[in-house]
């Protein structure tokens, strides 16, 4: 009998691995990352000071399992056009790694989880936005705007710009002005930064039946709706000075940092084929920006 089960240990070992692994990119880690780069600069913003290492850790353990639960679900719903696509069949689901099931009911509990999370160690205000963003970025996006309208990152974006909500909130248990103005920053980003991508994989798209702008108006039309909301966010950016009280540090780096994000978006109008170059410029972009919140407040 030990015998046995020494054997079935080894045996299985392996596999257990690869569905740990399996479990784990169903989560889609290094979307969760972007998204947590918003939140913490809208802590230091919200508390003008760092608001204490605990309360960041809480948030970001919470915003993690909310985030990875939305994530799991958008795989589960999503895994039929999924094995279709070049840039998504590598996914558990796709690859027949991980039952549907299993998936709908780890997506599920992980956002129940991150809801608890944030309302035992942050504010119910954090948890109930965080959650709401899910329901949002699952029902909404996924389920119905994805697959039938070319506004569907548009609207859908307003799911990943949910964060800033969420780190303001659990800070103070209010949203304030300053913390719409960074979800603005992000919500204007989203087209951007995915149409990039969407032009880069526009055969995928059109492929798998999904509306996506490329796919239904065509590569110019959006490079230049691209440069619309480019523009949109930048001048977005540029609010937070006075509405957040920002001094120069933040300032300087908005208009430097817009001006490359907005002279890589006037590129790929002139040159398509160098959108995946954008699609690096805007995660830079984002990353550097919140950056820069919290250098202002912290120095």
Same mark, same amino acid.
């Given at each position: 009998?030990?015998?046995?089960?020494?054997?079935?240990?080894?045996?299985?070992?392996?596999?257990?691995?690869?569905?740990?692994? *399996?479990?784990? +990119?169903? $989560?889609?880690?290094?979307?969760?990352?972007?998204?947590?780069?918003?939140? &913490? @600069? #809208?802590? /230091? !913003?919200?508390?003008?000071?760092?608001?204490?290492?605990?309360?960041?850790?809480?948030?970001?353990?919470?915003?993690?399992?909310?985030?990875?639960?939305?994530?799991?679900?958008?795989?589960?719903?999503?895994?039929?056009?999924?094995?279709?696509?070049?840039?998504?069949?590598?996914?558990?689901?796709?690859?027949?790694?991980?039952?549907?099931?299993?998936?709908?009911?780890?997506?599920?509990?992980?956002?129940?989880?991150?809801?608890?999370?944030?309302?035992?160690?942050?504010?119910?205000?954090?948890?109930?936005?965080?959650?709401?963003?899910?329901?949002?970025?699952?029902?909404?996006?996924?389920?119905?705007?994805?697959?039938?309208?070319?506004?569907?990152?548009?609207?859908?974006?307003? *799911?990943?710009? +949910?964060? $800033?909500?969420?780190?303001?909130?659990?800070?103070?248990?209010?949203?304030? &002005? @300053? #913390?719409? /103005? !960074?979800?603005?920053?992000?919500?204007?980003?989203?087209?951007?930064?995915?149409?990039?991508?969407?032009?880069?994989?526009?055969?995928?798209?059109?492929?798998?039946?999904?509306?996506?702008?490329?796919?239904?108006?065509?590569?110019?039309?959006?490079?230049?709706?691209?440069?619309?909301?480019?523009?949109?966010?930048?001048?977005?950016?540029?609010?937070?000075?006075?509405?957040?009280?920002?001094?120069?540090?933040?300032?300087?780096?908005?208009?430097?940092?817009?001006?490359?994000?907005?002279?890589?978006?006037?590129?790929?109008?002139?040159?398509?084929?160098?959108?995946?170059?954008?699609?690096?410029?805007?995660?830079?972009?984002?990353?550097?920006?919140?950056?820069?919140?919290?250098?202002?407040?912290?120095?």
């Amino acid at each position: 009998m030990t015998e046995i089960h020494h054997q079935a240990t080894i045996d299985t070992s392996p596999g257990a691995r690869t569905r740990v692994g *399996a479990y784990f +990119a169903l $989560t889609k880690p290094r979307i969760i990352e972007l998204l947590l780069i918003t939140t &913490v @600069p #809208a802590m /230091v !913003l919200a508390a003008k000071s760092w608001p204490g290492t605990w309360l960041v850790i809480a948030t970001l353990i919470g915003g993690t399992l909310s985030a990875g639960g939305a994530n799991a679900l958008n795989m589960y719903y999503d895994r039929d056009i999924d094995e279709i696509m070049r840039r998504t069949r590598t996914r558990p689901l796709a690859r027949h790694e991980v039952e549907p099931r299993n998936a709908m009911i780890f997506g599920v509990a992980l956002g129940a989880l991150g809801f608890v999370w944030l309302w035992v160690f942050t504010t119910l205000l954090a948890a109930a936005i965080s959650t709401a963003a899910l329901l949002f970025y699952v029902f909404v996006y996924t389920r119905t705007l994805k697959r039938s309208t070319v506004q569907n990152i548009v609207i859908g974006g307003a *799911a990943g710009a +949910a964060p $800033t909500l969420v780190g303001w909130a659990a800070v103070s248990g209010s949203v304030g &002005v @300053p #913390a719409w /103005v !960074l979800f603005f920053v992000v919500f204007y980003w989203t087209p951007p930064h995915f149409w990039a991508l969407a032009l880069r994989y526009k055969e995928d798209y059109a492929a798998a039946g999904v509306p996506m702008l490329p796919v239904v108006a065509g590569v110019h039309a959006t490079t230049r709706r691209m440069l619309l909301y480019t523009g949109l966010m930048v001048g977005v950016s540029l609010l937070l000075v006075p509405l957040g009280r920002m001094s120069w540090i933040y300032m300087v780096a908005a208009l430097v940092l817009g001006a490359w994000f907005l002279w890589d978006t006037w590129r790929v109008v002139r040159r398509p084929e160098e959108a995946m170059r954008l699609f690096t410029t805007s995660t830079v972009y984002l990353s550097a920006l919140f950056a820069s919140v919290m250098l202002d407040v912290l120095l």
